[in-house]
């Protein structure tokens, strides 16, 4: 049962342009979500993130959109650089407390390329 | 990011044979996490700490046991390898806010 899922393997953008990552959920109880970016041989590095109390969060470039009636986030990055190639994974957290707390379900990542 | 350092970032080791993995943060996080990376699965929770001395199970803990016995240091054990385990393991720490912030990876091949 894969609660997180990004339906994307790979996406192929022109630099300068607008890439759209997309993900979907299906537990009710995910209010926080999350966005990292991996490069090969390297760790997750955080991106951005949400609450559920909002539908959309911007840093610079990156702008990330949560439609809950549709349990749907997307992470739009504009423009679009070479130097964003990378496989980019969403995240979600549920509002359960105690030692559950922080927990983080995973997408199974999509793979970004950015031509020049 | 927080300092969060993963020994050895690679290893080689043969059908059951036992591993450990170590994980050290600079950063006094309470929560640690170990997750593992296949392709097609994203990351995947094995065990996780709450404190010293507390852990408890994520989705995929079958093989592997963890122990924290101090804030810094969390260990992942695989106490006979198999091929199954062959995979990317990355140490995960998180503080009040429920950002997780990620070590460098150790890439595990066993024969």
């Known amino acids: 049962d894969q609660q997180v899922k990004q339906n994307s393997p790979s996406l192929s953008v022109q630099e300068g342009r607008i890439s759209i990552l997309n993900c979907d959920y299906t537990?009710?109880?995910?209010?926080?979500f999350l966005w990292y970016k991996k490069y090969p041989a390297e760790g997750p590095t955080f991106l951005i993130s949400?609450?559920?109390?909002?539908d959309k969060n911007e840093d610079g470039r990156f702008t990330v959109f949560l439609n809950k009636s549709a349990k749907h986030l997307s992470l739009h990055i504009v423009p679009s650089q070479p130097g964003d190639s990378a496989v980019y994974f969403c995240?979600?957290?549920?509002?359960?407390?105690?030692?559950?707390?922080?927990?983080?379900?995973f997408g199974q990542g999509t793979i970004l390329t950015v031509h020049p | 990011d927080a300092g969060i350092t993963q020994s050895p970032r690679h290893k080689v080791t043969e059908t059951g044979t036992p591993v450990t993995l170590r994980c050290h943060q600079t950063e006094n996080h309470r929560y640690m996490y170990w997750y593992r990376q296949d392709p097609g699965h994203g990351l995947r929770l094995i065990h996780y700490?709450?404190?010293?001395?507390?852990?408890d199970k994520g989705e995929v803990s079958d093989g592997y046991s963890v122990s924290r016995s101090k804030t810094e240091d969390f260990l992942l054990t695989l106490e006979s390898a198999t091929s199954s385990q062959t995979s990317v393991y990355f140490c995960a720490t998180g503080g009040q806010l429920r950002t997780q912030y990620f070590g460098p990876g150790t890439r595990l091949l066993v024969l």
């Open positions: 537990n009710s109880m995910f209010d926080y």
């Open positions: 995240a979600a957290s549920s509002n359960a407390g105690g030692t559950s707390y922080g927990k983080l379900t």
């Open positions: 949400i609450s559920s109390i909002k």
């Open positions: 700490s709450y404190g010293v001395k507390d852990t």
